[in-house]
């Protein structure tokens, strides 16, 4: 089984940044598309971004997209987000998740998830 460990949250300024990292226990790293997820309290778990195995195809929700740029570094086990210009909005738990195909992803599928990590944006 895959096992993901999301880092980097925490609390920004609306304007800022952060970069949340994702790293994977398995050997298999880079069978598998990834991405992430967010969900504020009392809302619907929300896509938020895809990547292909190979990096060379990714995908954004219409709210961050042109803010938030997924990334992977597969000889790290690694996938990356790095979060621009953050609004009030993005305030969420962020979910690392991993599946064969990028596509169903951005639909909310999802074989393996890790245990999220907290970015709140402050006014």
């Known amino acids: 089984q895959v096992q993901l460990v999301e880092s980097g949250g925490g609390l920004v300024q609306a304007g800022g940044s952060l970069r949340l990292s994702c790293a994977a226990s398995g050997r298999t790293f880079n069978t598998y598309a990834m991405g992430w997820f967010r969900q504020a309290p009392g809302k619907e778990r929300e896509f938020v971004t895809a990547i292909s195995q190979s990096g060379g195809r990714t995908f954004y929700s219409d709210s961050v997209k042109g803010r938030f740029t997924i990334s992977r570094d597969n000889a790290k086990n690694t996938v990356y987000l790095q979060m621009n210009s953050l609004k009030p909005e993005d305030t969420a738990v962020y979910y690392c998740?991993?599946?064969?195909?990028?596509?169903?992803?951005?639909?909310?599928?999802?074989?393996?998830w890790g245990q999220g990590t907290q970015v709140t944006v402050s006014s």
């Open positions: 998740a991993a599946h064969w195909s990028a596509e169903v992803i951005t639909r909310g599928g999802h074989n393996y």
